[in-house]
């Protein structure tokens, strides 16, 4: 029987606020297919974007911490002394953690170099990937339904969220350390980062007679009035 005093947050870790970057939530999406990935699998998925306003302040540091510590403890679990050159090397990076730094002892980190993905300086990223649609919810803690073959539209790229993630190792097509989404929740709008605008921000509103009059006449040869 389950314990129902657990807390569910128990061995689980928030990073708030982080933007994010293509986010296929709740339709599975396979990407393109490269010589290191020749057959990649179809997934739901998203890139997170580390920027500086959780970078820049002491809680957002605080947040981060947690999760290298618990990044170096599984590490040190799975992999033993090989971990130790591999945290030494990912604490001690520019940035703080970096996901290329540590090749030369053949274990991956799970945060990358935002800004070499022109995300801006003293960004970090990393992916969130799962076999099932993202548990979400909206700002009032609404949950967010999933509805087949739509991904929610208030989650796009460039918003801002909070995810709960859990940390754990792989030890396929590579090894490494890797971030596991639990729960995301929409937290605040963001400048758009894929170029995509609103129609209705184009438009001032409904056009009035005189103006459906000139485009009729448009259309129908005659010149505007």
């Not at 087949?148 to 090894?175: D, I, T």
């Given at each position: ?173 590579g090894q490494g350390i890797s971030l596991y989404p639990r729960a995301m929740k929409f937290i605040q709008d963001g400048e758009r980062l894929d170029n995509r605008v609103e129609a209705s921000s184009l438009y001032g509103g409904p056009l009035d007679k005189n103006d459906r009059t000139n485009i009729e006449n448009l259309i129908n040869g005659g010149g505007a009035a």
């Amino acid at each position: 029987m389950a314990d129902s005093t657990k807390d569910p947050r128990e061995g689980l870790f928030e990073l708030v606020p982080v933007r994010l970057n293509y986010p296929h939530l709740h339709v599975a999406h396979t990407p393109q297919k490269t010589k290191q990935n020749p057959n990649p699998r179809t997934q739901f998925q998203t890139t997170c974007i580390i920027d500086n306003v959780l970078l820049g302040s002491d809680q957002g540091r605080k947040l981060l911490g947690a999760v290298i510590i618990e990044i170096k403890r599984v590490a040190v679990d799975k992999f033993r002394e090989r971990a130790n050159n591999f945290m030494t090397k990912v604490l001690h990076s520019k940035q703080g953690v970096d996901g290329n730094i540590a090749s030369d002892v053949g274990l991956r980190s799970p945060f990358g170099d935002g800004a070499a993905k022109d995300f801006g300086p003293c960004t970090l990223t990393f992916n969130l990937r799962g076999d099932y649609p993202f548990s979400l919810v909206d700002v009032d803690n609404n949950a967010i339904p999933v509805i087949e073959g739509k991904n929610p539209p208030m989650f796009y790229s460039g918003c801002y969220v909070s995810v709960w993630v859990a940390v754990g190792s792989y030890n396929n097509e590579g090894q490494g350390i890797s971030l596991y989404p639990r729960a995301m929740k929409f937290i605040q709008d963001g400048e758009r980062l894929d170029n995509r605008v609103e129609a209705s921000s184009l438009y001032g509103g409904p056009l009035d007679k005189n103006d459906r009059t000139n485009i009729e006449n448009l259309i129908n040869g005659g010149g505007a009035a």
